[in-house]
């Protein structure tokens, strides 16, 4: 499995992304593994058909999707390459969201070097998300982490995460 044309294809853009989902979190040591591949950009020109012309002409299916007004996502690009790996590159429309892109670390994960959200950033994530899995999996990410610095850098950025996950936060924090 490599993603490293929907990467080609991001840079060719020039769309910031990064990798979350059960791959960034097997790289910051949580082994979760799913079949799909899940990205997060705040670029909104992922949506135009167009960035992804190379790609469909390599055997790609591209499947864009723009959130509405009260969908939590500014929208979702399904991706399936002509090898069968399948990728999701979701939108956030939130000024905190485009701050996980920013601050992702370089590692090398599905033989690509791409940025990869920070452990404390996957949390916030999860927690946005509120899914029972979500959940557990923010939690997980706290149990492994280095619990004290993964607190202190959540506290320090949940304030501009919307929805408010102040109350799921401080429940995580109490059970684990």
């Not at 452990?119 to 997980?140: Q, V």
Request: with cysteine.
């Amino acid at each position: 499995m490599t993603i490293a044309p929907v990467l080609r294809a991001l840079e060719n853009i020039g769309a910031p992304h990064c990798l979350i989902g059960a791959h960034a979190m097997a790289a910051r040591g949580y082994p979760r593994f799913t079949i799909d591949v899940d990205l997060l950009t705040s670029d909104p020109r992922v949506l135009q058909r167009d960035a992804w012309n190379a790609l469909g002409a390599g055997g790609a299916t591209i499947e864009p999707r723009r959130g509405d007004a009260d969908d939590p996502l500014g929208g979702v690009v399904h991706i399936l390459l002509a090898d069968g790996t399948d990728v999701d590159l979701v939108l956030g429309k939130w000024k905190w969201e485009a701050g996980v892109i920013d601050r992702a670390e370089r590692l090398e994960v599905l033989d690509s070097v791409l940025p990869v959200a920070l452990a404390s950033d996957l949390i916030l994530l999860k927690l946005a998300a509120g899914g029972y899995l979500d959940l557990r999996d923010a939690a997980a990410l706290l149990a492994i982490g280095d619990r004290e610095a993964l607190v202190r850098d959540v506290d320090a950025k949940i304030s501009e995460v919307y929805p408010d996950i102040t109350a799921a936060w401080r429940e995580l924090r109490e059970e684990t």
